[in-house]
Each structure stands twice: as structure tokens, then as C-alpha cells.
């Protein structure tokens, strides 16, 4: 499934980039962009890449940082190191461990699918696997009580005060 376009506009990793980027072709980011990124085409945010912004495109890959929405038309790639902070749409989401999402996550009918470190045979067979139906409690089984709340993140240190001790200045003399 390549369709990307013969020609590409690469942002070099040393550019800083202000405004929205439009086109047809693909996009490859190495720098930082700070506005909004769309093409007909596809948008790879390297490694050394920062996107602030939205990126809208037939297909989206991310192997650095993005701040923003991401609609990926067809799909959207998450590898290895991707950091998203913002919302993704797309038919189909494919997600490699170490990629890390802030955000909310639609599909619209594609799968969602984590297959890192899967050879590629057992990768093709969990791909055509039916979903295995999850049972539903009965109203019975479910409690009415909310649920207890689980601190999350490291445990907080004591305040320390500290307490400091002003010595009057002697003046001085002529």
C-alpha cells in the first residue's frame, strides 16, 4: 500500500519552520514546525522531527514529536520512539512498542494494532484472527460503590523548611 509521490518537501533538521506547510507531494520533517502540516500525500516526522501543530494527510508516520491532532486519511504509523500529545482519527492505527499517545484514539473501522515485535508469519495470522468476544458482568456482579482511586506517580517528599538566620551587620567605620 505505497502511494507516496515521486517528489517530497523535507524540512532539513537545523530548519525551524513557521507557518502552515500545503501540498501535494510527500512531507518529510526533520526539524521543527510550528504551525499546521497538510498534503494529499504522505507526512513522516523523523526522529529529529517536532511538529506543534496539526498534521493531516492520506498517511502519517511519526518516529519523533508531535503536539497536535493527527487525521490520517488512511492510515496513521506510531514507531518506536514517537511521542503524540493531541487526538488521532484514521482507518487504521498502526502502533510499534516504545510509541508513547496524550491523546484520544478513533478508528473508523480499521483495526487498532500492536504488533511490535512480532515476527512477520505470527503478525499476519493474529491479523486475520477473529475478535474474541469479552463477557459482560451481570448487574448482579457489579458493585454500586465507585470504585477506589490508586495514586499514581511518584510518592511526594516531605516538605523540608528551612530556617535561616539573619546576623545583624555591624556598621561600618570610618
Known amino acids: ?78 514507531e518506536e520512539g514517537a511521542r503524540i500529545l ?3 482519527s484514521t482507518e487504521q492505527l498502526i502502533l510499534r512498542e516504545g510509541a508513547a499517545i496524550r491523546g484520544r484514539v ?18 499476519t495470522e ?3 484472527r477473529p475478535p474474541v468476544p469479552i463477557p459482560r458482568p451481570e448487574l448482579s456482579e457489579v458493585s454500586s460503590a465507585p470504585p477506589a482511586r490508586e495514586k499514581v506517580g511518584r510518592p511526594r517528599r516531605p516538605r523540608m523548611r528551612v530556617k535561616v538566620k539573619r546576623r545583624p551587620v555591624a556598621p561600618e567605620v570610618s
Open 106 to 123: 478513533r478508528t473508523d473501522g480499521g483495526p487498532v494494532r500492536h504488533l511490535a515485535g512480532v515476527d512477520e508469519e505470527s503478525r
Open 86 to 88: 493531541g487526538d488521532l
Open 1 to 78: 500500500m505505497n502511494h507516496s509521490s515521486e517528489r517530497e518537501t523535507v524540512i532539513e533538521s537545523d530548519a525551524v519552520l513557521r507557518g502552515r506547510v500545503l501540498g501535494h507531494d510527500d512531507v518529510r520533517v526533520l526539524g521543527t514546525v510550528i504551525g499546521e502540516v497538510e498534503t494529499d500525500a504522505r507526512v513522516t516526522v523523523g526522529t529529529s522531527g517536532v511538529v506543534e501543530g496539526d498534521i493531516k494527510a492520506r498517511e502519517i508516520v511519526v518516529f519523533g514529536v508531535v503536539r497536535g491532532a493527527l487525521s490520517g486519511l488512511e492510515r496513521i504509523v506510531l
Open 126 to 128: 493474529l491479523e486475520e
